[in-house]
């Protein structure tokens, strides 16, 4: 039993990592702590860029419009909006 459960989590992991959003995951995933924290100098912004890509993460795995994505992120505060707008493809919807 134990094996169906991790085999549905990874399948779970893997469509959320070659999802619609796939490129955008991996651009947050590859931010650096020191350029999350240039962006946002304070103590919530580990929690906030966890946030943000356990967001951007369901959005790939559920296939959600990008508006919905971005309505989440606009949801999650200024923090978020700043840190996505280092991805190119949501910097100009945001």
């Not at 039993?1 to 991790?6: D, G, S, W």
């Not at 893997?14 to 931010?31: P, Q, R, T, V």
């Not at 296939?63 to 919905?68: G, L, R, T």
């Amino acid at each position: 039993m134990q094996a169906n459960r991790f085999k549905k989590l990874f399948a779970e992991a893997d469509s959320a990592f070659n999802g619609a959003y796939k490129s955008e995951l991996d651009f947050l995933l590859g931010l650096s702590k020191a350029e999350i924290d240039s962006l946002t100098p304070g103590t919530t912004d580990s929690q906030v860029y966890l946030a943000l890509i356990k967001t951007v993460e369901e959005a790939s795995k559920d296939n959600i419009s990008q508006a919905d994505l971005i309505g989440n992120i606009k949801d999650l505060g200024e923090v978020a909006i700043k840190i996505a707008k280092k991805i190119p493809q949501f910097a100009a919807l945001l």
